[in-house]
């Protein structure tokens, strides 16, 4: 049995091994197994270190990625841009880091139709908003306003800005309902941090709210918005895009879309 897994804490309400599993069916991949598997940043290292041959992939989530690169061999470049990655994949004896949420969030965002030179507003500044700023990057924004709770972690994320020569625009939480004014705004804090945002905020329905979580969903973030009129992309969305990536590097193998997205569909219905 060839396995992969997805690590983090808490971890029993992911649907990735829906999604994966149900890729390893559709291709008949019937000696591949994908699971959950609790695990903490302390934990990661000793975790990895004990894992044998049979393992090929793991996904990585909440609080896990920045420490999965000290237990890389080899990080690619975007996942040492940014800091963080989501995924670690077998080769020969050793790991290599990447970040699958970037390539996930420009893929939806694109076809969501964000063009270069918008405005993007990043809500939060751990692993997600990391990608997400690479992922601003990517699409050529114009200006990223970060708003996070913590100076210090502005000031982390500032670096990966300059790295990628994208202008950053630093705010504080206070001052959260001003950068909502964007055309693209990214939520990647957790439940509940940014509801008082959906009491007070006002929206303009041009704006793409593409908040990553998806459970509860949809959040009180999402449901103004979408009241609002404006396009909504969710965490199951990324969830979906992301495993795509990961499917590819674990497997070698072309990722069923649809019978994935199905699974995730029904998982969630």
């Known amino acids: 049995m060839t396995r992969a897994a997805v690590l983090g804490r808490p971890i029993a309400h992911s649907l990735s091994p829906v999604i994966h599993n149900a890729g390893y069916a559709a291709l008949g991949l019937t000696d591949w197994s994908y699971t959950?598997?609790?695990?903490?940043?302390?934990a990661l290292p000793d975790l990895v270190a004990g894992l044998g041959p049979e393992w090929a992939g793991l996904s990585l989530t909440m609080?896990?990625?920045?420490?999965?690169l000290t237990v890389a061999t080899e990080v690619a470049p975007v996942a040492a841009t940014v800091g963080?990655?989501?995924?670690?994949?077998?080769?020969?004896?050793?790991?290599?880091?990447?970040?699958?949420?970037?390539?996930?969030m420009v893929a939806l965002l694109t076809e969501a139709g964000v063009a270069a030179g918008a405005r993007f507003t990043i809500l939060g500044a751990g692993g997600t908003a990391r990608a997400a700023l690479a992922a601003a990057s990517r699409l050529a924004a114009e200006s990223v306003t970060v708003v996070a709770r913590r100076q210090l972690a502005i000031e982390e994320l500032a670096a990966a800005a300059a790295e990628l020569n994208l202008p950053l625009r630093p705010t504080l939480w206070p001052d959260a309902l001003a950068a909502l004014a964007a055309d693209v705004v990214i939520s990647t804090v957790p439940k509940g941090v940014a509801d008082p945002l959906a009491i007070n905020g006002t929206w303009h329905p041009s704006t793409i709210l593409f908040d990553a979580l998806y459970d509860p969903w949809p959040t009180p973030l999402a449901d103004s918005a979408a009241r609002a009129g404006c396009d909504i992309l969710s965490g199951l969305d990324l969830l979906l895009a992301q495993a795509l990536g990961q499917f590819h590097l674990f497997t070698g193998a072309e990722p069923p879309v649809d019978a994935m997205r199905e699974a995730l569909s029904r998982a969630r219905s």
């Open 84 to 104: 963080a990655a989501n995924t670690l994949v077998r080769r020969g004896t050793g790991w290599y880091a990447t970040n699958t949420d970037v390539e996930g």
């Open 63 to 68: 609080p896990l990625k920045e420490v999965a």
């Open 36 to 42: 959950a598997v609790e695990c903490d940043e302390a």
